[in-house]
Nanobody, 125 residues
Framework: QLQASGGGLVQAGGSLRLSCAAS????????KGWFRQAPGKERVFVGGISGSGGSTSYADSVKGRFTVSRDNAKNTVYLQMNSLKPEDTAVYYC????????????????????WGKGTLVTVSS
């Protein structure tokens, strides 16, 4: 199972790093992704990393500010968030999904099989 952590309250322009640790099984070959859901809105893709770790992809709204990385030895994926804006306020979820192509980044919700409980990020202006 997956558990996201690291959320909290931060001022605009600040940084946070979210972690998503896996337990119970190994997701070392799975693609990993981060999604977020703001109040009253749908859950949307933020960023993802391929099973090999060689490819990443980001939503346009976070490109250049957020970075996804993974440490397979720790069975953990990270989301480094810099230059945070009030519109980044949301509950952030991590997810894992299998892809036969190790360098493919999954971007759609339906492609992910395992989801963690979210962690709340609040960015104040």
């Amino acid at each position: 199972q997956l558990q996201a952590s690291g959320g909290g309250l931060v001022q605009a322009g600040g940084s946070l790093r979210l972690s998503c640790a896996a337990s119970g099984r190994t997701f070392s070959t799975y693609a990993k992704g981060w999604f977020r859901q703001a109040p009253g809105k749908e859950r949307v893709f933020v960023g993802g990393i391929s099973g090999s770790g060689g490819s990443t992809s980001y939503a346009d709204s976070v490109k250049g500010r957020f970075t996804v990385s993974r440490d397979n030895a720790k069975n953990t994926v990270y989301l480094q968030m810099n230059s945070l804006k009030p519109e980044d306020t949301a509950v952030y979820y991590c997810a894992a999904g299998y892809s036969a192509m190790s360098d493919w980044v999954l971007r759609a919700r339906y492609e992910y099989d395992y989801w963690g409980k979210g962690t709340l990020v609040t960015v104040s202006s």
